[in-house]
């Protein structure tokens, strides 16, 4: 089928704005990623099942992306339909002690929403780009806390656009790992439930954590946060560091000289770059501290 085919039928059916040859650079908060085949925002679940019936109906591969925080998306792109999950679903609720969240609702905001509520437990997200939805995919977590212990439900749907909840006792979730990713399905919302506690304390907390984030991360420069996981009991960065590698670069990647597992874009870096400074710096740690580094970023596309 020729793109303006597609094209028309792809508008008649989905109400959402569609993008075709869409640069994920654009989407990513690393500015790194050739063209996604097509990229929708739905403005809502209606537009979300729909795309993903149409999707289905034309045999497209789908990929779900939040912010693209935690994103490395391919040079070459993104085959077939990216669905992009943020302001068309990012209501916040607060009732009692418990906050209902859109997927695609950003965590600094669900962060001020608790505080603002008198709701603790949140502080931590208040510095992490991303969305609800990638949280939950990622249990994403600082200062001993992940986004996972205060999770009681999770709606989703699959990829056919049929419905699904998981209550709290269905799930399980560890260091940057969640059963969530593993099951092939769409977030589109989740229950959270908080402590009460004073609004200004929250605050305080918040305050303090976003100062360590600001003067301990090049928030300057496009990254997508640590690149690999902490293995048990160190931390990626200092293995980084005394492997030899910071400020190392490869293209316009550099390994951060203010922390060493965020790897900065100096401008117009490419996912190969990424590539290949990984791939030194994971041989050099393996050599020098006998510890092989996981990557904690997703890599997408046509690798
Ligand atoms: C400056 C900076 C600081 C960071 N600090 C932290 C930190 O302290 N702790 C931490 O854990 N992370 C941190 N991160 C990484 C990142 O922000 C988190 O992992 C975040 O949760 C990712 O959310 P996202 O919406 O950007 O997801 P994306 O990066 O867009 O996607 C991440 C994964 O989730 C999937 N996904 C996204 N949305 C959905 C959905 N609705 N349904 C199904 N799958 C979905 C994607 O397919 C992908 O596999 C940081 C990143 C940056 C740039």
Redesign the pocket.
């Known amino acids: 089928m020729t793109n303006s085919v597609l094209h028309t039928e792809l508008q008649q059916s989905i109400k959402c704005p569609v993008c075709f040859q869409e640069p994920m650079r654009k989407h990513t908060?690393w500015h790194i990623g050739g063209p996604a085949d097509l990229l929708l925002k739905p403005r809502n679940e209606q537009d979300l099942r729909q795309a993903l019936i149409y999707a289905q109906h034309h045999g497209l591969p789908v990929?779900?992306?939040?912010?693209?925080?935690?994103?490395l998306v391919a040079d070459q792109g993104i085959r077939g339909m990216v669905i992009k999950?943020g302001l068309g679903l990012a209501n916040i609720e607060v009732r009692g002690r418990l906050i209902h969240a859109g997927?695609g609702a950003s965590l600094p905001f669900l962060a001020r929403k608790a505080m603002q509520a008198g709701l603790a437990g949140f502080e931590f997200l208040a510095?992490?780009?991303?969305?609800v939805?990638?949280?939950l995919?990622?249990n994403?977590?600082?200062n001993d806390c992940a986004v996972g212990k205060l999770v009681r439900r999770v709606t989703a749907c699959d990829f056919a656009g049929n419905s699904l909840t998981f209550v709290a006792d269905e799930l399980t979730f560890s260091y940057?790992y969640s059963c969530l990713a593993q099951r092939n399905?769409?977030?589109t919302g989740v229950v959270l439930e908080g402590k009460p506690d004073r609004v200004e304390e929250i605050k305080q907390r918040m305050k303090l954590y976003l100062a360590r984030r600001k003067q301990t991360?090049p928030?300057e420069y496009p990254?997508?946060?640590?690149v690999f996981k902490n293995p048990p009991g160190d931390s990626a960065g200092r293995l980084i560091e005394q492997a030899g590698c910071k400020e190392m670069r490869v293209g316009s990647i550099q390994v951060s000289p203010r922390h060493a597992n965020f790897f900065v874009n100096l401008g117009g870096g490419t996912a190969g770059d990424v590539l290949e400074i990984v791939q030194r710096v994971q041989h050099m740690v393996e050599k020098k501290c006998g510890v092989k580094l996981v990557l904690e970023v997703?890599k997408l596309g046509e690798f």
Do not use: C
Request: charged share 5%.
């Open positions: 908060s990929t779900v992306i939040g912010n693209g925080t935690n994103l999950i997927a510095g992490i780009p991303g969305t939805g990638g949280a995919i990622m994403a977590g600082a940057r399905i769409i977030v991360q928030l990254n997508a946060g640590s997703q």
